[in-house]
């Protein structure tokens, strides 16, 4: 490292066989963009990263590029360190049963600033047991794995990340972070709490993202239908709905379809889908709505209509429930132009 390192924090993140290449270039990015917004101020660059892994050389990730990795972990001087990276990928469960990794892991988190991880990156840091008493998410696929095999964690599945410099709401020390870009979005939040809203912004624009998600919001990711323990009467009904939201979809209506008594239906629903099916109904026409907010050319009011809401409120109190944001801030971060409701 060149002597000008020395003033600056040292970004590290490490690398495994089969490593999402995302949850490793995601944030580096993010920090090297910072230096390149600090030096078109005048400022000097605040950011060095470095990738380690079990040895120097070529990392193979999961989607086949290679990433060299500047060094050994074994060799990295962890008191140099401000923020070291544990990222996800298939290759995470290996990394799980390596009693060295876990060590160094639970090493770092008394040494180091600041230790985070990206996606199911998360279950490293469990298993090291240093998230135990702490907030934690990871990818949706994987928080309920982590809430059953982790019980002392302070599960968030909704998050998209548990990183909070204040420690309000959140940790400032050890934190975790959603699916793949939520890596990005806790990188932009470390940089904010270093310099700044503005310069995270600007970090922002400069990767043409949307200005900045909270650690807060929910992860937007779809509802899956499952596919299997459901009876074929239910199959048929499952179908049958995405298709018509603005239909009468009361207890009474659905269980008339599947040829039951609205208790037997109930019973019934609750054992397969593992939920009433009120919440199933309101779960699908959320999503329906979510992808219609995403065209510009729909009003909020249409979307109400179009997926049984009814009313812009009813959707509303909807999307805070299982989204924790409004239909209108939905829109103004995933539409291509923001949304108007109708007056």
Known sequence: MPNSAESRRLIACHAYDD????????PLQVFSSANDELSKMGRAKAYDGIVVADTEGPVQTSCGV???????????????????????????????????ILDWVR?????????????????????????DGRMATTHWSRCEQM????????????????YDPTGQDGDPHVFTSAGVTAGIDLALAIVEADFGRALALSVARRL?????????????SAYLIPETGTTARLSS?????????????????????????PRTFSRVFSRDLGMSPARYVERVRVEAARALLQDETVTISRVADLCGFRHQE???????RHLSVSPQEYAERFARKALVSAT
């Open 314 to 320: 009813t959707l509303r109190r909807a999307f805070q």
């Open 208 to 220: 043409v993202m949307f200005l900045k998600r909270p650690g807060g919001q929910a992860q937007f």
């Open 147 to 162: 809430a059953r095999d982790f019980p002392a964690i302070h599960m968030m599945g909704d998050r998209l990340h548990s």
């Open 237 to 261: 009904l499952l179908e049958w709905l995405p298709a018509n939201l603005a239909s009468d979809l009361s207890l009474e209506s659905l269980a008339g379809r599947a040829g039951m008594t």
């Open 66 to 100: 290679r990433l060299y990795a500047d060094m050994g972990w074994r060799d990295l001087d962890l008191c140099r360190v401000d923020t070291l990276f544990v990222p996800g990928g298939s290759g995470v469960f290996k990394q799980l049963k390596d009693a060295q």
């Open 19 to 26: 490593v999402m290449s995302l949850d490793i270039v995601g």
């Open 107 to 131: 090493h770092a988190e008394k040494v180091i600033p600041r230790l985070g991880s990206v996606c199911s990156g998360a279950l490293v840091l469990a298993q090291a047991g240093v998230l």
